[in-house]
Structures are given as C-alpha cells and as structure tokens.
C-alpha cells in the first residue's frame, strides 16, 4: 500500500502514520522515511547528527513532532524536528537538501511549526551560522540571549531566539 502524501509543502509526518487508513503501509514506509531522515541528516550535520536510534526514538515520542516536505516525487527534501516541553516548544533541527535550497521550504516548515502551536517556540544557533540567524530573524524570532562555549567540539557560543505569541 502506498500513501499519499502531501507534495511540495510542509506536512506533520506523525499524524499521517497514525491514521487506521495507513496501518498496512506504516511498517515498510515508516521505516523507508526513517532511513531517508537519516541520509538528509548526515549529510547536512555530519558528525553531529542524529543517529538512527534517536531518529526512531523521537519519533515513538509524543512530545516530538516531525513536519516533512517532500518533492514531486515524494522524496523528503526538508525536515523540522520540533520537542513540545509543556510551556514551549523548541525547534531541534530544521534541514534542507542542499539541491532544493532558496525556494522557500524553510520558510514553510517554520510555518508549519508555528502554526501548529500556540506556545511560543525557542531555538539554538551557532553564533558563527549568520545566514541562519538572518533567516530566524526574517521569520519573526528574536535573538534573547548566548549560551557561552555551548558547542563542545569548538567552544562556539550558541545564540537563543525565540518566536514569542
């Protein structure tokens, strides 16, 4: 069984698989979207990416939500991670295959995620990553404060930002 997935725009990946329509599809798709997560992440983050395990553990996570944007094809070109702590939510890792990048689906999965919610939503940064720090601005959060030395592999200092309602 296939499903079918919404194409060329954010979608909340969870919520699909835990419909009764995609029980039979769940087990082979599911994973084949857990293994593409995991080629994307490893490809942006390298060496501080996510493992497998913790891909498969936030997604049996209910204080995780993924938003998935997938092309034409239903290949997953974007992902954010979003982690629900009860009085925020906190953006993990937002990712863009290299290929599709500047055609604005960051943008729409930060909307997704803001639309999602009515928390407001913190994030880290490195304080050296300024096209992202440009780019969280343009989407309406604000820098509040830098955790000193936050980013052990090279002391980097993390911004903090945060979308407030």
């Known amino acids: ?27 082979g798709v599911l994973k084949d979207f857990l293994i593409e997560i995991y080629h994307l992440e490893t490809q942006i983050f390298g060496d501080s990416a996510y493992t497998k395990e913790q891909i498969e553990e936030m997604c049996s996570n209910d204080s995780y939500s993924f938003y998935l944007y997938c092309n034409e094809n239903s290949k997953i070109v974007g992902y954010i991670i979003l982690y629900d702590s009860l009085d925020s939510l906190e953006i993990m890792k937002i990712a863009v295959n290299k290929s599709f990048r ?64």
Not at 117 to 133: D, T
């Open 102 to 165: 500047n055609k604005n689906i960051a943008t729409n999965l930060i909307e997704e995620a803001i639309k999602s919610s009515s928390l407001n939503i913190l994030l880290e940064v490195r304080e050296s990553n300024i096209a992202a720090i440009n780019f969280y601005i343009k989407n309406g959060f604000k820098k509040i404060s830098i955790r000193k030395n936050y980013y052990r592999s090279n002391n980097e200092n993390a911004v903090i930002m945060l979308f407030e309602r």
């Open 1 to 27: 069984m296939e499903l079918n997935l919404p194409k060329n725009r954010a979608f909340n990946f969870k919520k699909i698989f835990s419909s009764k329509d995609s029980e039979i599809a769940k087990e």
